[in-house]
């Protein structure tokens, strides 16, 4: 047994540093972010992003402190529209999946097609805004983050009814159903808690969505009292890439952002996120379990 | 299950109202959803319209003139129509092919991990660039590679004896420089989906495989590949259909709109929006989303008949 | 199941945490006052740099004060940031919102030419005297279409040239002065001195992304000069005659690619000049760099000094000549989507005509944003400055006549005189009011695009060969399309001479 275990041990250990090695290559980049957030703005420009900058400088961060008010705010939106659409988007998105994956539907096939279709086939930006804007009035609302585009998409779908299809025997199905269960309560007693991953999976990539979109911001917001963080940020990446390419520019004369400024919104942009994700986590808890066990 | 056949008859009429009740619940469980892509998607494809309009304010859109096939001839008129649509392409098959290897390779990887906590450390890390935006990412890029004061160019290049690169200048490094920034950002979220799909596999077939002799590889290419091959093949049409897409972000903000790069960097969605800068003429951008539609269904169509003859089981629709 | 509710629990919190936030944030109409006749009510949408205004609303509610007593229209000012201004002012036209007057910021052409604009002639006629008079039929001209106008250029300063910008503690460093430079070889002698001195420092940054020099909006330091005709694509050099050339075929662009390439070579030019996006002031303020191109007149090296820290000092490189490109780079309009055109061009003579208007939309309230210093200029108040200022919008070169407002300190007041004067003396281009209708073209237009930003930066900022990749740039102009939009502008250009009698 002793074999065993030291040739395990190796395995882990190889695993490990590979993983490992992965991981710093997300984090390096990050963490240079970081540094640039409190590195003095003329040494920035003048030195270039360095992991060790000449001369510090929290001056990017006591502007937004200042801005404070706005922040909060930005931050608020962005927590509210994500919790919202992503627990909508997984409602949406598994009911519509499950008949999807019942191979005994006769109509799955016509309807798998109906959903797939809208990856293919895009309207363009016009009409969709028109709609959304003159039919729904969501312009300057907070729907406007919510409706467009991430309520529901066929990619999450497809995930799910073959994760259902796979991984959620039919017999079971057939089993609650002769014990006198109807469709809903099958749904909602045997077919979700044995599908724990793929919730988790598709709920991470909406919420990611909806974390990351400032599109939506971008159509449909002038009131910036309600753009979410990412709003806030691109706000001023496009602000200055106008003032570069634009033939008015040269009229214009205004403290802009600086750079350390830019560095320091995309920082807090991803902090809130990396600090709950491991809490979110335990959803895969099971899977890992079942790996160490392995072990 | 088998207790169907003892009486025929009773039991098919049984059968038959819980099937239509079935049947209803289906319905209406799709019902939600299929009202939202009604509405979100299938709506404003009625919009299709404008690609063949020259767009006229004053008359309004609906009632402009129409233009035929006016609005197309950009994309295909010049010598950058090739190169556009070789890049996009190309690309994508890079994308689908690297991405698709990595991604299973580390939710290999992950499943495997005996110290939960440090699976946990590692799968949040590879998301981290998953949710910094494509500006800052481009600013990162520049950390690398700007001439006079990049980390390459001032720290590491040296090292080994190389001159300085204009990396902003030259397009030569640029497929590489893309694919592996795409690869980067995008394995946060292709690791996690075929990690879900390896932990739906039931354990109790790998410890059979074990003590029957399997080694770890043959155990992979034996169970795992083959029980993930739904998802590869999912995926895989996926990107197919988007084949004629490119992420705008990465191909206009990381090479920083530089010119001369255009050659490797310069895709459709791009090349359309440098075209209609000045114009801004929405019959024109919405005839390259028409041609980028077309083209990938039915590049789909085709995969997906050739996946029915090989697979059926696994084929989209 | 108790893990399920409390999840719905959640959710419903939630939404009605979404609607309350909706409803509140939803515009509550302004309380019509009580009149006689209710005042006509127009949006108007400009762009901001920087976050909204806090005091936004304060604002709006002074100019209302005015509007509704002097002509019996109330406003609703619509800030847009600027790097959305595109995006969001064409999306609202299309979608027909309601957006009664905005102003166009270089796109003048374009939006004549897919009618996005309404016709303003009769109503400047009957409501916009004071435009007539402040702008002045020249100017008025600059934006006239086929006999019609459709939008109002701003007034400042028009008659910009090219100039040179320098550090001036550095050229009192070395016992340099910049008022000896007339030419690019006088420049490039102090550069020599410089850059001895100032090993990490370049010479020059770009005034642009991918470009030093201001060639495209006022022609190259010593060569003729050019009017542009709307795009860069097609241009008539000299003032004397009516032939469209390509621009990128001419000696001067040839002059132009070896001159900066020479100087990249030398060091001159920063490494990564055709890529970077940061501005000059902000290059030159970390020490980067040591001076830049601007388009201007007078007071750039004010501005300047202000906004880098150091000393600027500023001089001019050519002779001014108006072309229609510079009176319709900024102009004041009415989009299709506007409900009450007479109501809104009543309004649009205001900002021509009322200094208090002009004043409360750049600067703010006077002694809350800003209070007049002793040399006529203004100022923040004590204990305020950019940052924890409640209005600060940086559009003061964009509201009707800037000649109207205040000046901010480190400016000279007496300048806008001399603006003015030169507004009525400089000489101006002959092709005055024609303007390029666009969409036989758009095809080449999109190509002849795409290979334009290719290889400009590159040759403009002396990154590449020229004698290597010029000749490319040349022919691919070409088989993109260029020869076909040169003589559509030529055919449209000879029927505008013939109809104008020259």
């Known amino acids: 047994m002793k074999g065993v275990k030291k040739s395990e041990f190796k395995y882990q250990f190889c695993l490990n540093i590979v993983l490992m090695l992965f991981a710093l290559a997300s984090i390096l980049p990050f963490l240079l972010l970081v540094i640039a957030s409190f590195t003095d703005e003329n040494t920035l420009i003048q030195g270039g992003y360095t992991f060790f900058p000449t001369k510090f400088s929290i001056n990017a961060y006591k502007y937004l402190i200042y801005q404070g008010p706005m922040i909060f705010r930005a931050y608020g939106i962005t927590f509210l529209v994500t919790f919202v659409g992503t627990s909508l988007n997984l409602i949406l998105t598994a009911m519509i999946a499950y008949p999807l994956s019942r191979k005994d539907f006769s109509k799955r096939n016509l309807f798998s097609f109906i959903v797939f279709f809208t990856m293919l086939f895009n309207g363009g930006l016009v009409p969709s805004y028109l709609m959304w804007t003159q039919f729904f009035h969501i312009k300057n609302t907070i729907f406007a983050l919510i409706f467009p585009n991430l309520l529901m998409n066929a990619f999450g779908v497809i995930l799910m009814k073959n994760y259902f299809s796979s991984n959620v025997p039919h017999e079971l199905i057939e089993a609650a159903e002769i014990d006198g269960a109807g469709e809903f309560t099958t749904f909602f007693r045997v077919v979700l808690p044995l599908s724990l991953p793929i919730l988790a999976t598709v709920g991470l990539m909406s919420a990611i969505s909806y974390w990351n979109d400032w599109t939506n911001g971008l159509y449909y917001l002038t009131d910036q009292r309600l753009f979410s963080l990412q709003n806030v940020l691109n706000r001023i990446l496009t602000d200055l890439q106008f003032l570069s390419s634009s033939t008015v520019s040269s009229q214009i004369h205004m403290d802009m952002p600086s750079t350390g400024i830019r560095m320091a919104i995309a920082v807090i942009g991803v902090v809130p996120i990396l600090v709950l994700y491991p809490f979110f986590q335990k959803y895969f808890v099971k899977g890992i379990t079942m790996g160490a066990v392995k072990g | 299950m088998k207790v169907n056949n003892i009486k025929n008859n009773t039991l098919t009429v049984t059968t038959k109202k819980r099937k239509r009740k079935s049947e209803l619940a289906m319905y209406l469980f799709m019902l939600p959803g299929l009202i939202y892509i009604l509405v979100n998607n299938y709506i404003p494809m009625g919009g299709l319209f404008i690609a063949f309009k020259n767009v006229d304010y004053s008359k309004g859109i609906f009632h402009s003139d129409w233009a035929g096939l006016e609005n197309f001839k950009y994309l295909f008129s010049s010598s950058d129509a090739w190169i556009i649509t070789r890049n996009t392409i190309l690309y994508n098959l890079a994308f689908i092919i690297f991405g698709t290897i990595l991604g299973i390779a580390v939710g290999i990887m992950l499943s495997e991990m005996s110290s939960k906590l440090m699976a946990k450390f590692y799968q949040t890390s590879i998301l981290l660039p998953q949710l910094i935006s494509i500006i800052i990412i481009a600013y990162i890029g520049y950390a690398f590679l700007s001439a006079d004061t990049g980390l390459l160019n001032k720290s590491i290049l040296p090292k080994f004896g190389i001159d300085p690169i204009s990396w902003y200048s030259d397009p030569k490094y640029w497929p590489i420089i893309l694919i592996v920034v795409n690869l980067w950002k995008g394995l946060g979220f292709s690791c996690i989906i075929y990690l879900a799909s390896i932990l739906g596999i039931d354990r109790s077939i790998y410890e059979s495989a074990e003590i029957d002799g399997a080694g770890k590889w043959r155990q992979i290419v034996s169970i795992t590949l083959p029980l993930l091959k739904p998802t590869i093949i999912t995926l895989t049409m996926l990107a197919i259909g988007r084949i004629f897409y490119a992420d705008f972000g990465l191909f206009y903000q990381v090479p920083m709109n530089s010119g001369a790069l255009y050659n490797a960097t310069n895709v459709i969605d791009t090349y359309v929006y440098r075209g209609l800068l000045q114009t801004n003429d929405i019959g024109m951008s919405s005839a390259a989303g028409f041609y980028q539609s077309v083209v990938g269904f039915v590049l789909v169509l085709l995969a997906n008949f050739a996946v029915t003859k090989l697979d059926k089981e696994n084929a989209l629709f | ?400 006549s800037q000649f109207l407002a205040n000046v901010w300190q480190g400016n000279k007041p007496e300048n806008n005189k001399i603006l003015e004067n030169d507004n009525k003396t400089a000489p101006i281009s002959n092709v005055l009011g024609f303007a390029f209708d666009s969409t036989k073209v758009k095809t080449e237009l999109a190509n002849v695009n795409n290979v334009y930003k290719q290889y400009a930066p590159g040759l403009d900022t002396g990154s590449v060969d020229p004698a290597k990749i010029l000749p490319q740039f040349i022919s691919k102009l070409k088989s993109a399309g260029i020869n076909k939009i040169i003589e559509e502008k030529q055919t449209q250009l000879d029927a505008w001479a013939k109809a104008n009698k020259k």
């Open chain 3, 1 to 400: 199941m108790k893990k399920s509710l409390k999840l719905i629990a959640i959710l419903a919190m939630a939404t009605t945490l979404l609607c309350a936030c909706s409803s509140g944030i939803k515009n509550s109409g302004s309380s019509s006052s009580v009149e006689t006749i209710a005042p006509a009510e127009i949006t108007w949408a400009f762009p901001t740099l920087g976050p909204v205004p806090t005091d936004k609303q304060l604002i709006e509610d002074e100019i209302n004060k005015i509007t509704t007593k002097e002509i019996n229209v109330k406003v609703k000012l619509q800030p847009i940031s600027i790097g959305n201004w595109f995006q969001q002012s064409n999306l609202m036209i299309t979608g027909g919102e309601k957006l009664d007057i905005m102003p166009t910021l270089g796109n003048y052409n374009t939006l004549v030419s897919q009618k996005q604009l309404i016709d303003i002639t009769d109503l400047i006629n009957k409501y916009g005297q004071g435009i007539k008079t402040a702008v002045g039929d020249n100017f008025l001209k600059g934006t006239t279409v086929n006999g019609k106008i459709y939008g109002v250029a701003n007034v400042n300063g028009k008659a910009g040239v090219p100039s040179i910008l320098m550090r001036k503690d550095i050229l009192d460093k070395y016992g340099l002065s910049i008022d000896s430079v007339k030419t690019l070889a006088d420049i490039e002698k102090i550069f020599d001195v410089v850059s001895k001195g100032e090993k990490n420092m370049a010479m020059i940054v770009p005034v642009n992304q991918g470009s030093v020099t201001t060639i495209y909006a006022g022609g190259l330091v010593g060569e003729p000069k050019f009017d542009n005709l709307g795009d860069n694509f097609g241009v008539i050099f000299g003032n004397d005659n009516y032939k469209v050339v390509n621009l990128f075929e001419s000696d001067q662009y040839k002059n132009l690619t070896n001159t900066m390439r020479s100087w990249y070579l030398k060091g001159y030019i920063l490494k990564d000049a055709a890529t970077i996006t940061d501005t000059p002031q902000s290059l030159i303020k970390a020490g980067k760099g040591f001076a830049q191109f601007t388009q201007s007149e007078i007071g750039a090296d004010t501005n300047a000094s202000r906004d880098i820290g150091f000393p600027i000092v500023q001089k001019k490189m050519q002779d001014p000549l108006i072309t229609t490109s510079a009176i319709n780079n900024i102009t004041w309009a009415i989009p299709v989507t506007c409900k009450n055109p007479e109501a809104t061009m009543k309004f649009m003579n205001l900002l021509y005509t009322n200094a208090a208007i002009v004043n409360l939309t750049d600067w703010g309230i006077e002694g809350k944003h800003y209070v007049k210093g002793t040399d006529g200029t203004i100022g923040y108040p004590k204990d305020v400055d950019a940052t924890t200022t409640g209005y600060n919008p940086g559009i003061d070169w964009l509201v009707g």
